[in-house]
């Protein structure tokens, strides 16, 4: 039988003390990470499906902040597919922090991208590319 | 939801047209079998055959990453590697496509029906143009699979990765029979 795959939600606390979250009702917001209010985000948390908190991130200003869910996957099935959440903030002069949260939720922090899948560098969306 | 993407495997048809969709994760067992045959199925026929001097080839095999379900904004960063070992054993090999043959929810321009025994891909196939033993395509340093869908990336159900063409190839010195498998492994992002 195959497992379930590893879940977890992101939530957006802005500095009002609002928050958004991936999902509502039960159901995933279409483009909602890309509706974050990038200029109130106070602290970026990414969260298991019963609301317990795995990591926060604060997210002071001059910190843009990146998430992927990254999946790795044989060619020839589903069974062992493996998926790592990662998440950070790019800083000026190439300063970052990137956390890895792994199915296991076990965590590594780099400040740099590592040279071995799958700790490579993901592909940034246009809006999030580094600006001063 | 996440996103939920399989690996399909296009055969048969014409050039620019497949006649067959196949989703592997649907076969029993779930299995790519390289063979004298341009089909999906895991029958152990066909085989390719020991040259008494040269190479022999398989058919190739255009596979391609296809979106069952959305993700919340997309999927991009599709990547391919091996374990860097093959395990296949002597004389056996398998080679990948350095090139993308387009593939997309509206198209499938870059097919090419594998109609020709031992017809290596780079020779053959007119979207190849070279080739690199899979087994270099390691976890630090894996194939990068591009996406013609709009805006490079996989955003929508039904929306794909180019081909990804694979071909086995048989020396003289391999023994008769069934090879051992091997585990080819993809890696994506999505937000």
């Given at each position: 039988m195959m497992?379930?795959?590893?879940?977890l939600q992101?939530?957006?606390?802005y500095?009002?003390g609002t928050r958004?979250?991936?999902y509502?009702?039960g159901?995933?917001?279409p483009k909602?990470y890309?509706?974050?209010?990038?200029k109130?985000?106070?602290?970026?948390?990414?969260?298991?499906?019963?609301n317990?908190?795995?990591?926060?991130?604060e997210l002071?200003k001059?910190k843009?902040?990146?998430?992927?869910?990254?999946?790795?996957r044989?060619?020839?099935?589903k069974e062992?597919t493996k998926?790592?959440?990662?998440?950070?903030?790019?800083?000026?002069y190439?300063?970052?922090l990137i956390i890895?949260?792994?199915d296991?939720?076990?965590?590594?922090?780099?400040?740099?991208w590592?040279k071995?899948e799958?700790?490579k560098?993901?592909?940034f969306?246009k809006?999030?590319?580094?600006?001063f | 939801?996440?996103?939920?993407?399989s690996?399909y495997?296009?055969?048969v048809?014409?050039?620019?047209?497949?006649?067959?969709?196949?989703d592997?994760d649907?076969?029993?067992?779930?299995?790519?079998?390289?063979?004298?045959a341009?089909?999906?199925?895991i029958d152990?026929l066909?085989?390719?055959?020991i040259?008494?001097?040269?190479?022999?080839y398989s058919r190739?095999?255009q596979?391609?990453?296809?979106c069952?379900?959305?993700p919340?904004v997309q999927?991009?960063?599709i990547r391919?590697h091996?374990?860097?070992?093959n395990?296949?054993?002597?004389?056996?090999?398998l080679?990948i496509?350095?090139?993308f043959?387009?593939?997309?929810s509206?198209?499938?321009?870059?097919?090419e029906?594998?109609?020709t025994?031992?017809?290596?891909?780079v020779?053959?196939h007119g979207?190849?143009?070279?080739?690199?033993?899979a087994?270099?395509?390691?976890?630090s340093?894996p194939?990068?699979?591009?996406i013609?869908e709009t805006?490079?990336?996989?955003d929508?159900?039904?929306?794909?990765s180019?081909?990804?063409?694979?071909?086995?190839?048989?020396g003289t010195?391999?023994g008769?029979?069934l090879?051992a498998?091997e585990?080819?492994t993809?890696l994506?992002?999505?937000i």
């Open positions: 497992k379930s795959e590893f879940l992101w939530q957006a606390v500095k009002d958004f979250n991936e509502k009702h159901k995933q917001i909602g890309l509706l974050i209010d990038r109130k985000l106070k602290f970026f948390q990414l969260m298991s499906m019963d317990r908190v795995i990591v926060t991130l002071d001059g843009k902040l990146f998430y992927r869910r990254r999946v790795q044989v060619i020839l099935g062992n998926i790592i959440y990662c998440v950070g903030y790019n800083m000026r190439f300063k970052k890895w949260i792994h296991d939720y076990s965590i590594m922090v780099t400040d740099k590592l071995q799958p700790y560098k993901p592909i969306l809006q999030e590319k580094f600006r | 939801m996440v996103a939920a993407l690996v495997l296009d055969t048809g014409s050039n620019g047209a497949p006649g067959t969709s196949t592997i649907a076969l029993t067992p779930v299995q790519l079998e390289f063979k004298n341009d089909n999906a199925t152990g066909n085989g390719i055959g040259p008494g001097a040269g190479t022999n190739w095999k596979i391609y990453v296809k069952d379900t959305a919340a999927v991009d960063n391919f091996t374990d860097g070992a395990n296949y054993g002597t004389g056996l090999g080679k496509g350095n090139q043959p387009t593939k997309n509206g198209s499938s321009a870059g097919y029906v594998a109609d025994a031992n017809e290596e891909m020779a053959g979207g190849i143009t070279s080739s690199v033993v087994f270099t395509k390691t976890n340093s194939l990068v699979i591009t013609s805006g490079n990336k996989i929508a159900i039904g929306e794909t180019n081909y990804i063409v694979l071909q086995a190839e048989v010195t391999a008769a029979g090879s498998t585990t080819l993809i994506y992002d999505e």
